[in-house]
């Protein structure tokens, strides 16, 4: 395919898609006519093809974000990346996430991996142990950033950061290899990888370390994190009304961590492309089911912005800047922490701008160095 026909496609694409998304949108109810109206204003502006053609040359931040189709959840392997925090010590953890987040929310939801963390050479035992620990304090932070935006009570926010902390601990008696595997995973692995789920609730259920209604919820919720709405997830094939709220937010924040995380099989992905696959995975596509809640994933939406909140983009004026507050009813219109000029000169005073206020947009998604 010549890449003037590649143009065209994701030009396709990317109309049909966000068609898609409109059309399911207006079934929802009052809170999601918000993100209704900012897909169709996304559909008129015509944004999202520049936005993938002008990645691939821009250098990677956390881990090489190349040039690349936009990732799917579905096609995902299940290898996040040491060790889980253990029901004890969770609330400590939980305790400096929330004063992190309520301090400096922006740093706490930047979340870095080291160089070299799947270099060739690295030891595998590393490789397991650090990935894993970053991917639950991650998702634990991104999970109550939002629980707390979705409007639920201090004290539910913390049993949903519990979980998000606790989520992959049945992966840590899966072999540290797997875990630093550069190819596609053979379907005997991937079913180890994916017993996690259960070997993680079993494993909590009988811990000393929950009592009362969160020995009654976590092990649920862990057990139930990789279950889709359309019945395709594991361990047991459940649909929506039988997946527990909590889980069905979490699917969504884990797999978002994922995708814009990077993998010995590959690189991360834009923060921007993340939460398109998402959206798409939500709402579906033409010949293919939602599989994630609609009303968790609008929170989501609303809580991060279509740019989600420490990612790089450039403005319609040619300056760039960070991603550093939402505006939960113009999810394509953050609020900027301009950095460099128009003509490519380092800011000496950032400053902050409300772009749907200023009515400004955003030109596309890049990297920031």
């Not at 953050?334 to 955003?362: F, K, N, S, T």
Request: glycine letters at 8%.
């Amino acid at each position: 395919m010549s890449p003037a026909d590649a143009e065209d496609t994701m030009q396709a694409t990317g109309h049909e898609l966000w068609s898609d998304v409109l059309d399911r949108l207006r079934e929802l109810q009052d809170e999601v006519q918000r993100a209704e109206e900012f897909i169709a204003r996304r559909m008129e502006e015509g944004a999202r093809v520049e936005a993938r053609g002008a990645r691939g040359e821009e250098a990677a931040r956390g881990g090489g974000r190349g040039a690349r189709e936009n990732p799917d959840p579905e096609a995902l392997d299940p290898r996040p990346s040491g060790p889980v925090p253990s029901p004890e010590l969770a609330p400590h953890l939980l305790a400096e996430i929330r004063a992190d987040l309520a301090s400096d929310p922006i740093r706490a939801l930047d979340f870095a991996y080291p160089p070299g963390l799947f270099a060739p050479g690295a030891p595998p035992e590393w490789s397991q142990r650090e990935c894993l620990r970053r991917h639950s304090h991650h998702t634990a932070r991104l999970a109550m950033f939002v629980a707390e935006r979705h409007g639920y009570q201090p004290s539910t926010v913390e049993v949903i950061g519990l979980c998000a902390l606790l989520h992959d601990v049945g992966l840590e008696t899966v072999p540290p290899d797997l875990f630093s595997k550069s190819v596609p995973l053979m379907p005997r692995e991937r079913a180890l990888l994916e017993a996690h789920a259960i070997e993680g609730a079993e494993r909590l259920a009988a811990s000393s370390g929950l009592e009362g209604l969160m020995r009654a919820i976590v092990p649920r919720v862990v057990r139930q994190h990789h279950e889709r709405s359309d019945g395709s997830g594991y361990p047991d094939g459940l649909d929506e009304p039988h997946i527990h709220e909590f889980a069905r937010l979490l699917a969504i924040v884990e797999a978002y961590e994922t995708m814009i995380s990077p993998r010995p099989y590959r690189q991360a992905c834009l923060p921007h492309e993340a939460m398109e696959a998402l959206l798409v995975d939500a709402f579906g596509k033409a010949g293919r089911p939602a599989r994630l809640d609609k009303r968790m994933a609008t929170s989501f939406l609303r809580a991060l912005s279509l740019y989600p909140i420490g990612s790089g983009v450039e403005l319609a004026s040619g300056e760039k800047g960070q991603v550093v507050g939402s505006n939960p009813d113009a999810p394509d219109r953050p609020h900027v922490r301009l950095l460099w000029a128009a003509d490519g000169q380092r800011l000496e005073r950032p400053r902050v701008v409300d772009l749907r206020r200023a009515g400004i947009e955003v030109a596309r998604a890049v990297p920031l160095p």
